[in-house]
């Protein structure tokens, strides 16, 4: 397919009561933050057009343009290599250059977050050093709020911190769901030297997405509950996406004898493999009989779920 038909969908929106309440308190507690740390999935980091709260977002574009702004690029292992931008090409060890504005910097990881914690606690100290902090000028403990979209790591950026430099657990709960996070939390100490504070925050999308699509690659991250948009839709849209690309680990794992632009034969495909099945019970002239039958509303969830481990190759959606 040269183009994806999303059957005349509205524009998709996700925005429930505690984002518009911890937007609020977001634009609260940037008038303590030093530095702002936003934590974003390398799988959608091309355009950079999906991410709020990074200059784009009116609410906050002030204040981000002067607070130091590092940009943690998670999953790295799970995006595609050859379609990362070009400075970020280094591998699983991540990179660390510039990005975007004066005291800017970016980072990015694979499937651990200990090589790029490591480099957190400095990077801040340095930048937040090299800006002016006005009414936090004679303090001597640093405030850092930590942005992104909903389920992107940025609660285990936290946790790995506090286990790095205090040899403490977990902080604040995560999970494979968006929206475990609803509100602004307390500080969270970090490290000791130096006195280093996190605040976790929800994760918050737009009012209002700019299209169909961007939803539809936002939930196929995990960003936007999968009901929401439609599970049906969503593995339709990824095998368009992935066949686009020319990625056909699909056709060896689910043991298809070609690539297919169809979803229908790769979900019967994805359920004969995984043994998703259903017992459906069926009226005849001679009584109820239970019939067994594929499931593929099961099966469009297997292949979502495959997709979101890396199962099906490493992708890029942008």
């Known amino acids: 397919r040269e183009r994806f038909d999303f059957g ?7 925005f429930p009561g505690h984002m518009a309440k911890g937007l609020r308190q977001m634009r609260a507690s940037l008038r303590r933050a030093d530095c702002l740390i936003e934590v974003h999935d390398a799988r959608i980091s091309s ?26 690029l998670n999953k790295m292992d799970l995006a595609d290599p050859l379609r990362q931008p070009v400075s970020t090409r280094a591998g699983r060890s991540g990179w660390l250059g510039a990005c975007g504005p004066p005291c800017q910097q970016c980072l990015s990881t694979s499937d651990t977050l200990l090589h790029v914690s490591l480099q957190i606690v400095p990077l801040v100290a340095k930048l937040v050093s090299n800006s002016p902090r006005y009414h936090r000028a004679e303090s001597n403990e640093y405030n850092i709020l930590v942005i992104g979209v909903p389920n992107v790591g940025k609660s285990s950026l936290i946790n ?8 403490k657990g977990k902080a604040t709960a995560v999970g494979g769901e968006p929206g475990i996070t ?5 500080r969270i100490q970090v490290c000791e030297k130096p006195l280093m504070y996190l605040v976790d925050t929800p994760g918050v999308l737009p009012p209002k997405l700019w299209d169909v699509e961007t939803g539809v690659k936002l939930a196929l991250c995990g960003a936007i ?3 929401l948009v439609g599970e049906d839709i969503m593995a339709d849209y990824l095998l368009y996406a992935l066949n686009k690309r020319q990625q056909f680990g699909y056709v060896q794992r689910y043991g298809l004898a070609e690539a297919c632009d169809n979803i229908e034969p790769v979900l019967r495909c994805v359920a004969l493999a995984q043994g998703r099945t259903q017992k459906v019970k069926v009226l005849t002239g001679t009584g109820n009989v239970n019939v067994m039958m594929l499931n593929y509303p099961a099966a469009a969830y297997e292949f979502l779920r495959d997709f979101r481990a890396g199962r099906l190759g490493r992708v890029t959606l942008d």
């Open 160 to 167: 790995s911190l506090r286990r790095l430099h205090l040899k």
């Open 8 to 14: 005349g969908r509205d524009v998709a929106s996700w």
């Open 182 to 186: 609803k509100a602004v939390l307390t």
């Open 225 to 227: 509950r999968d009901h």
């Open 47 to 72: 355009s950079g057009a999906h991410i709020p709260l990074s200059g784009r977002n009116p609410v906050l574009q002030e204040v981000l343009g002067i607070r130091p702004h590092v940009l943690v």
